[in-house]
């Protein structure tokens, strides 16, 4: 079983909103944090938000922060991230992890503290 499978990506104008959904194995949320992260050509994979249903941590980047919102169901095995007001440099592709443990710090979200990744969606927001 793929541990997790994004999706949602689109094409969307600059303004508008987007839902992607992560869906992992079951038990997952109970046991790791999920971080979304995103990559635009020629550029470093960059750390989005991350969400911890275990322990209620979460965190956004400051570039992110009052218009994309990470929630999770774990009745459904499911963490979405909502983009609202989306811009031209949103474009990437964007991807879900497994995080190795339970936390997400609220300072920083590294991708080396994720061990599992799903195969990313993009996302490309026209001006």
């Known amino acids: 079983q793929v541990p997790l499978v994004e999706s949602g990506g689109s094409l969307v104008q600059s303004g508008e909103s987007l839902n992607l959904t992560c869906t992992v194995s079951?038990?997952?949320?109970?046991?790791?944090?999920i971080g979304w992260f995103r990559q635009a050509p020629g550029r470093a994979r960059e750390g989005v938000s991350c969400?911890?249903?275990?322990?209620?941590?979460?965190y956004t980047a400051d570039s992110v922060k009052g218009r994309f919102t990470i929630s999770g169901d774990n009745a459904k095995n499911t963490v979405f991230l909502q983009m609202n007001s989306l811009k031209p440099e949103d474009t990437a592709v964007y991807f879900c992890?497994?995080?190795?443990?339970?936390?997400?710090?609220?300072?920083?979200?590294?991708?080396?503290?994720?061990?599992?990744w799903g195969q990313g969606t993009q996302v490309t927001v026209s001006s």
């Open positions: 992890a497994r995080g190795f443990g339970r936390w997400c710090s609220s300072r920083y979200l590294m991708d080396t503290d994720f061990g599992a």
């Open positions: 969400l911890s249903l275990g322990t209620g941590s979460t």
């Open positions: 079951p038990d997952t949320l109970n046991y790791h944090s």
